[in-house]
């Protein structure tokens, strides 16, 4: 169980254009998932948390009108690049916290979107 | 703010040895979990083991432990019986335990090579 879904897992496309990533909870519920960024050999780096029905939060230096975060269902966020630039390219990454919440529940992984920009 | 810090960007085992990753972190919280996840090549982010602050036992999962100390803020990772598929990077990561205020903060991880 608590399985995590991202969709694709791995796009290519050309600058400008808008990219968007899925990501799903296949098998739970989940009011909150979180969208991290991780750039080769380096570690996560949370961009925002999105938040079922209401605005998502982002994390200090994270452009919000660049990286669109939908959140309208109990199953599905997804994440839009805007005009996306060879700077943008990235391994993105979501998580899930699972309804019921409770006490150290850990957050559930996707398995991650390769971005490639050209 | 908190911070998570991992001072070994890249350790190696020989097969079969014990290895222990270290970890520190920084915050003013008494409550809080402490994670250590694996990211295989495959990318895919693996829970390995954590831990509850408030919980003075180690956690432990079959060849994986860590050595939590808490007033010293340290959280290390020992593997037994290092295994092939134990090459990784390995991130040590902090979650506060304020009601929805669970935003992971990870190291910068340690890549774990073992060696045959």
């Known amino acids: 169980g608590a399985v995590v879904s991202q969709h694709p897992s791995w796009v290519i496309c050309k600058s400008g254009t808008s990219v968007k990533i899925e990501c799903r909870s296949l098998?739970?519920?989940?009011?909150?998932m979180f969208w991290y960024r991780q750039f080769p050999k380096q570690s996560l780096m949370l961009m925002a948390t999105s938040n079922e029905g209401s605005k998502a939060t982002y994390e200090q230096g994270v452009e919000k009108d660049k990286f669109l975060i939908n959140h309208a269902s109990l199953t599905l966020s997804t994440l839009t690049v805007t005009s996306a630039h060879p700077e943008d390219s990235s391994f993105y990454i979501c998580s899930a916290r699972r309804l019921p919440e409770v006490r150290a529940q850990p957050q559930h992984f996707g398995d991650g979107t390769r971005l490639s920009i050209l | 703010a908190q911070t998570v810090t991992q001072s070994q960007p890249e350790m190696s085992v020989q097969e079969a040895e014990t290895v222990t990753l270290s970890c520190t972190y920084d915050?003013?919280?008494?409550?809080?979990?402490l994670f250590w996840y694996k990211q295989p090549p495959s990318r895919q982010m693996i829970l390995v083991i954590r831990q509850e602050a408030y919980k003075q036992q180690n956690a432990t999962e079959n060849r994986f432990s860590v050595n939590f100390q808490k007033a010293a803020k340290s959280f290390s990772l020992k593997i037994s019986d290092s295994q092939l598929g134990d090459a990784a990077m390995y991130f040590c990561a902090y979650r506060s335990a304020r009601w929805r205020d669970d935003k992971i903060i990870f190291g910068k991880g340690t890549r774990l090579h073992i060696l045959p």
């Open positions: 098998d739970f519920q989940a009011t909150t």
């Open positions: 915050t003013s919280e008494s409550d809080y979990y």
